[in-house]
Every structure is written in C-alpha cells, then in structure tokens.
C-alpha cells in the first residue's frame, strides 16, 4: 500500500491504539508503542511525534524505568516492583522503597534514625472491603459503608447514600465510596451486583467481593481520566496467581474442579454486574475493548487480582505504602488500628528502635505461633519459606516481642 493510500487515524482511534498496547506492555517507550500501533494497523499512517503528543497527553509515557521482581520460570514467585506514580513522601518521610531482590521483591526501608513505639507512618486504603459481618452490618446501615465505623445513631454528620440502606460517617468516606465502588455496587442502582453480594456472602468469600471493588475502581478511574494512575497503583502490588496459591493446598487434587467452578461462577455474576452497567449507574465511557476483554473475559486477570489480594491485604485493606512492608518472624514494627471497632485506618508503629537505613519487618503470621505452623502458613499463603533468625534458630517467643507487639495473655 503506497504512502497515498494509508489512513491518518483519528485522535480516538489513534488514543485508543497506544492504549492497547499499553495494556499488553507497560513499560513500553515510544518507539515501541509506535511500532506497535503500525504493526496492528497496517493502513494507517502515524508518525512517531504524534504517539508521542497523544502519550504525554494521556499520561502514558514512561518517566521511570520500573524493576520487577519474579523468576522467569517460577510462577509461584509473586511479581511486584516499586510504583514510580506513588508519593511516599506525602506519606511520610521516614521511610524509603528499594528492591531487595528477585524473590524478595520490594522492601521498605528506614530513611532516618526511628525510636521505639514512635508511629511512622499512617495510611487509608487504597481498596478496601471488610469482613462480613461489618459488611453485614454496614447494609443495614449500623456503619459506615466505607470505613465500617459503627453508626449507633444518626448525627449531623451522618450521610446517606440516598439509592440504598447504606449510610456513611462523613461526607468524606461518602464521597470515597461513591468514587471508589458505590456508584456500581448500589443495589437499588445495580441491581445485577446483588446476585454476586448474595453468592459471595453464601460462600464468606471476602476476596471475590475485593476484586469486584477493584474492578469498579478501575471502571469508574476511566470516567474520570484517572485510569492509567489506578492501574499503575494496582499492578504494584505484588501479584501472584491464585492458583499457584491453591495448588500448594493438600487438598487441591480433591478441590481443585469444585474451586474452578466456583470461580467461573463469580466470574458470571461479575461480568454480569460491572461489564455493561445498567444506566441508572452513570456510566458514560466503556472501558478500552482490550482491558474490558481482560478483566471480563480472561480467568488468568481475575486470578491474579484474586491473588494480588490474598497476599497484600491487611484486614481487607490494600495500602499503597504498607505493602512494601515485607515479614520477620521477629518484626520491628507492629499494624495497629486507630479507629476504635473500624480495621480501616492502619498506623505502623515501632516496636524496637530502628536504625536509618533497616528495613521494616511485620509478623504476617501469629507470633504465638511454633515454627512449624509458622513455616507452613507462611508456604502456603504467601509461597516463600521464612529463614529469619528466630526460625533458623528455631527461638521462643520473647517477653520483648509481646510487649512490643501489645500481646493479650492467653
């Protein structure tokens, strides 16, 4: 096809094209993202300056090179790399991400000399879905439905959502939901997404409705323009298959068709709720055809964002900070919660002094626990084997550790 005859593709068209490559190859440049675009169009005629307008535009080019960790022929080894998007120092200053190495993964690290019981660093959810029975009790309007902050009256502060039951305790944690899930998981607006609230509550399956709150994230992101930034914050979060999760259960040889069934399952009523939403929902713009495919379409999507889940939470909560934070055995920092009967909230305090330049620790696992136990829950939550201190030498719990860690007497 001559020079002539080649299309100029239109700014939608050409936009949408860099953003399917996107898709397939974050950390793809110019160069390759317009390559690329030509190499799927053929008849069309795009310059490299035009990709390059329409990715600075859009937010699209690449301004830091990331560093992922994993090992190429072990899916069992989670992904993750540090958010170059994510302002720590908004955060706190105290502390630093570095890349411990492949297995490992990322790391936080002390920036500054730390004194025990000093709190580093506070943090709110960047997704969020509790357990059921505050989920329970926010959908009869006794909390909040963002935070889960008991409501035993109404106040002036109190909110509705003004669809449904759900109220909210302040006009803050009102309009989070609204930009973050309610929009599409209010029943009287949706109702499709009450056959995958029903489902879920029936199997006490809180990851399934985490992942349908990060899909509603990313869905209403793209209504604002804010997709590129909640899919970066998203795919930083270390991420592993949930199947390589299951397939280290004992039991998978027995469970493993009854599972896949439960998630082609949810995956039905997901797709069913989110994919084209009723009207009433408001939304205006679809999300890019390979992205919809993917997370609609495409098990392996839903089974890493099942698995980016099951690996990061804290209590429901996925923090963009907190989960750089990798685990000791001995930790030297505790998660504690703020809130009063709210696990929202969570404040990282120093259980020990902390040298500048140490990395954090947290204990992922009850430090009451044997090494035994400790080492299998580790394998089998969170794939890797513990070799700290305390397990290689196979040591008690100290009196310091659980005043550190404000342990109740059993």
């Known amino acids: 096809m001559s020079t002539e005859e080649k299309i100029i593709p239109t700014e939608e068209e050409l936009i949408s094209a860099i953003q399917h490559i996107k898709l397939e190859s974050p950390e793809s440049g110019i160069k390759k993202v317009t390559s690329g675009v030509l190499a799927q169009n053929p008849s069309w005629q795009v310059s490299e ?5 329409y990715m600075q535009l859009k937010g699209l080019t690449n301004k830091v090179a990331v560093q992922k960790s994993g090992v190429a022929d072990d899916p069992s080894v989670p992904v993750s790399y540090i958010d170059p998007t994510l302002d720590f120092k908004a955060v706190t200053e105290a502390v630093e991400a570095r890349m ?8 936080l690290f002390a920036t500054r000399d730390i004194k025990k019981d000093d709190i580093i660093f506070s943090e709110t959810p960047f997704s969020y879905f509790p357990d059921w029975q505050m989920f329970r009790l926010a959908r009869s309007g006794g909390a909040c439905g963002n935070c889960c902050k008991p409501i035993v009256y109404a106040n002036r502060l109190t909110q509705h959502c003004g669809h449904c039951n759900m109220y909210y305790c302040s006009r803050e944690c009102r309009a989070t939901a609204w930009e973050k899930f309610h ?4 029943t009287q607006l949706n109702s499709k997404v009450r056959d995958l609230i029903d489902f879920c509550e029936a199997e006490n399956w809180q990851g399934a409705m985490a992942v349908s709150r990060m899909y509603a994230q990313i869905i209403l992101a793209h209504q604002r323009d804010e997709l590129d930034a909640v899919l970066a914050h ?9 199947e390589e999760r299951q397939a280290k259960e004992t039991e998978w040889i027995f469970m493993e068709q009854p599972t896949r069934d439960l998630w082609t399952k949810t995956r039905q009523f997901l797709k069913a709720a989110y994919q084209t939403p009723p009207k009433r929902c408001k939304i205006s713009k679809p ?5 919809a495919k993917q997370l609609f379409d495409d098990e392996s999507t839903f089974l890493n964002y099942l698995g980016k889940f099951n690996i990061n939470n804290q209590n429901g909560g996925m923090y963009l ?4 934070i990798n685990h000791n055995c001995y930790p030297n920092v505790s998660i504690d919660h703020p809130y009063r009967q709210s696990d929202y909230k969570i404040a990282v305090r120093a259980i020990r002094d902390i040298k500048a330049g140490e990395q954090l620790f947290e204990s992922y696992v009850n430090p009451r ?17 513990c070799r700290c201190d305390r397990c290689e030498q196979d040591q008690p719990l100290t009196d310091e550790l659980r005043k550190g860690l404000r342990l109740r007497d059993e």
């Open 49 to 53: 300056k035009r990709v390059k307008k």
């Open 100 to 107: 411990v190495d492949p297995v490992t993964g990322k790391g």
């Open 183 to 186: 929009q599409l998981e209010c």
């Open 234 to 242: 998203l795919d930083a979060f270390a991420t592993v298959s949930q």
């Open 287 to 291: 999300l890019p055809d390979l992205l």
């Open 321 to 324: 900070v907190h989960s750089h």
């Open 369 to 385: 626990w044997n090494k035994e136990t400790r080492q299998t829950y580790l394998d089998k939550s969170y794939l890797f084997t």
